[in-house]
């Protein structure tokens, strides 16, 4: 898949794949991965306080995701990354056919069962499919997008500055 990019360029989805097995110490496996692939894709370091806010989002709706498949579906079998410029998609397969469900509504204030509420609040998109060729299970899917930078500190595609944007080679103030 290839899309146009900010600055006006075409690149391609970057696609990473972790296979897994079992439960011990997957979620920090995941998160540890997801952080590298996020810093090699230039999310990390954030530049602005809500990029920044926005891995925390991404590496928190990884450990629950990947948590939900541990507790419900005996253990996930694969984390798969996919970036395009400023979105990243999560999915997280599994062998279980249960496709996650709602519960009954309870008391935020008790622990456990918030992860669907979590993936409501911070993913802008979530859902669910079966494995792909008929594959017994089931792939978890999150869509998460990076916070855009203001109008003036992307790059134009003709090169032209915003006049309201200081040059990097005056100090600011200086009219000339």
């Known amino acids: 898949m290839t899309e146009s990019a900010d600055d006006g360029t075409s690149r391609p989805e970057q696609v990473r794949r972790l296979v897994l097995h079992g439960t011990r110490g997957v979620v920090s496996r995941c998160r540890d991965f997801t952080a590298e692939a996020l810093a090699d894709w230039g999310w990390i370091p954030g530049e602005t306080p809500d990029e920044g806010e926005r891995v ?6 990884v450990s629950e995701v990947v948590t939900n498949a541990c507790l419900h579906a ?3 079998e694969e984390l798969v990354l996919r970036h395009r410029p400023g979105r990243l998609r999560v999915e997280v397969a599994d062998a279980s056919p249960e496709h996650p ?3 009954v509504t ?21 859902g669910s ?4 060729n008929g594959g017994v299970g089931k792939v978890v899917w999150l869509e998460v997008s990076r916070p855009g930078r203001p109008p003036w500190s992307r790059p134009d595609p003709q090169g032209r500055r915003d006049p309201r944007r200081p040059r990097e080679d005056r ?6």
């Not at 456990?112 to 993936?119: A, P």
């Not at 499919?129 to 792909?132: C, I, S």
């Open 171 to 176: 100090p600011p103030g200086d009219p000339a």
């Open 74 to 76: 005996g253990g996930p």
């Open 56 to 61: 925390e989002d991404v590496l928190l709706l």
């Open 129 to 132: 499919e079966g494995k792909a």
């Open 101 to 103: 469900r709602r519960r």
């Open 106 to 126: 309870r008391s935020p204030a008790l622990p456990g069962g918030h992860g669907l509420m979590v993936f409501d609040r911070l993913a802008g998109e979530w």
